[in-house]
């Protein structure tokens, strides 16, 4: 019922920023948190970046102070603001979605996935 698609990857060189955007679509308009996480072959998925329902945000040590997650409620859309990017950001990026009903039915969604891929 809810699908999740992101976009704006893409080659960027070291110090350089990209905003990535997840679009959701379904029956619902609200999530209970959305995050960002990412991977690279040899390593397991990772959390980068989560904002909750009540707007509280954590971030991976590696990426504070550089990496900013937003929503935008009428869109139904989260981005992920990344500054100051370095080689080691390198990675397939995926948003994640908590649904209202994921206490109970463990509700969570996935989307497929946009390559960030920095250059030294």
């Known amino acids: 019922q809810v699908q999740l698609v992101e976009s704006g990857g893409g080659l960027v060189q070291a110090g350089g920023s990209l905003r990535l955007s997840c679009a959701a679509s379904g029956s619902i308009f609200s999530f209970n948190a959305m995050g960002w996480y990412r991977q690279t072959p040899g390593k397991q998925r990772e959390l980068v970046a989560r904002?909750?329902?009540?707007?509280?945000?954590n971030y991976a040590d590696s990426v504070k102070g550089r990496f900013t997650i937003s929503r935008d409620n009428a869109k139904n859309t989260v981005y992920l603001q990344m500054n100051s990017l370095k080689p080691e950001d390198t990675a397939a990026y995926f948003c994640n979605a908590e649904g209202v009903l994921y206490r109970m039915l463990g509700e969570s969604y996935w989307g497929q996935g946009t390559q960030v891929t920095v250059s030294s």
């Open positions: 904002i909750n329902r009540d707007g509280n945000t």
